[in-house]
């Protein structure tokens, strides 16, 4: 995904979320490459796929899209 796809607010929240997801990740003593802050970034989604707003799901998919590691 690229930066310019967002406005400059939502890339904010991404940026937000993305460093959240590091942050839980550190504290817990795993890496955060991106295939694991994918992974945890899907898992909040699908856990607050009933409990959240539209703009959280929203952001939480541009963040997923954001770090996705690249398929080669």
Known sequence: MKRDILN???YDEVCR???DAVIVLAECGHETKRAEL???LKRTRLQRAHNSERDEQRMLEHAIRLVKPDVQ
Do not use: A, F, P
């Open 8 to 10: 400059e607010d939502d």
């Open 17 to 19: 979320v993305v460093g």
């Open 38 to 40: 994918t992974s945890l």
